[in-house]
């Protein structure tokens, strides 16, 4: 079993910056993925980007990349979502998710067993 507790989320103008932080607890994660996903009203969860624990290497979805990076603190078992260049469509809720896997990155919703409660980012034009 593995808990996600989100922060960070908030209000911010267009072109603005923010960090989701995203700390687990429970299960030894050195084995697992642990992603950020975001939904907006009406639109299905979508996937942002991805870190595994293991060795960091790192996958982001074509509508962030080069404006977000996500990073993870071993010390902390905490993971990080530095947002950039904020855009009106980055407004969603974003979770943070985590699956225990051998290999690969995972970037399907389903493919996920933890989820955090969510963490509402509102970005006004």
């Known amino acids: 079993q593995v808990q996600l507790v989100e922060s960070g989320g908030g209000l911010v103008q267009a072109g603005g910056s923010l960090r989701l932080s995203c700390a687990a607890s429970?299960?030894?994660?050195?084995?697992?993925?642990m992603s950020w996903f975001r939904q907006a009203p009406g639109k299905e969860r979508e996937f942002v980007a991805a870190?595994?624990?293991?060795?960091?290497?790192?996958l982001y979805a074509d509508s962030v990349k080069g404006r977000f990076i996500i990073s993870r603190d071993n010390a902390k078992n905490t993971i990080y979502l530095q947002m950039n260049s904020l855009k009106p469509e980055d407004t969603a809720v974003y979770y943070c998710?985590?699956?225990?896997?051998?290999?690969?990155?995972?970037?399907?919703?389903?493919?996920?067993?933890?989820w955090g409660q969510g963490t509402q980012v509102t970005v006004s034009s």
């Open positions: 998710a985590a699956v225990r896997t051998a290999w690969g990155m995972r970037t399907g919703a389903r493919e996920y067993d933890y």
């Open positions: 429970g299960d030894t994660i050195s084995s697992y993925v």
């Open positions: 870190v595994r624990w293991s060795g960091g290497s790192t």
